[in-house]
């Protein structure tokens, strides 16, 4: 089931009238900079957009101490990253930071990519379980997601290892 749905939402994504996904990610961004758990965190946690993926980048102005993922013998794990840090892309096409201090343990607000999110909160990813172990071993205060609407789905049921999200954003495109 959850094959399928990654299947769906990938094709949906692609097929996305690029104005309208540059709005949605910066009202997306807009939703996140209001959110006061955002407001009070200072080291945030997200991801560099593959293709088609949430731009949430524009977050990178404002006074927050930002941390990247890098998959590091099967495990996650977030370097803070700044203006002139590197990015390279993975093996699995990520772009991850080169370098930087890991502060797993210091993040408060983590955004996690989904292709599908549950109305209980729980995410559909790209199937490695890299976020869920992270999740499991360095759970932030603040766990959120963010999709566009067609991506809320409760056509799955998670699996026992599946961590759940605090809360998300979503947007219509």
């Known amino acids: 089931m959850k094959k399928d749905i990654r299947i769906q939402m990938m094709a949906l994504r692609k097929n996305l009238d690029q104005e309208r996904k540059r709005l949605a990610d910066l009202q997306l961004v807009q939703h996140i900079q209001k959110d006061p758990r955002y407001q009070q965190s200072t080291v945030v946690g997200l991801f560099y957009p593959m293709p088609q993926e949430i731009d949430l980048l524009p977050l990178l102005k404002d006074r927050k101490r930002f941390v990247f993922p890098k998959v590091i013998e099967n495990n996650l794990h977030f370097y803070e990253a700044h203006s ?89 495109l």
């Open 84 to 172: 002139d840090s590197v990015f390279v892309k993975s093996a699995f096409g990520v772009m991850e930071p080169t370098e930087g201090p890991i502060l797993d343990s210091f993040i408060e607000y983590l955004i996690v990519p989904a292709l599908a999110i549950s109305t209980a909160g729980y995410r559909i990813g790209y199937g490695k379980g890299f976020y869920d172990r992270f999740l499991s071993d360095h759970r932030p205060k603040h766990v959120m997601g963010v999709i566009y609407s067609f991506q809320e789905t409760d056509a799955f049921s998670p699996h026992e290892h599946d961590q759940p999200l605090d809360d998300y954003f979503k947007v219509t």
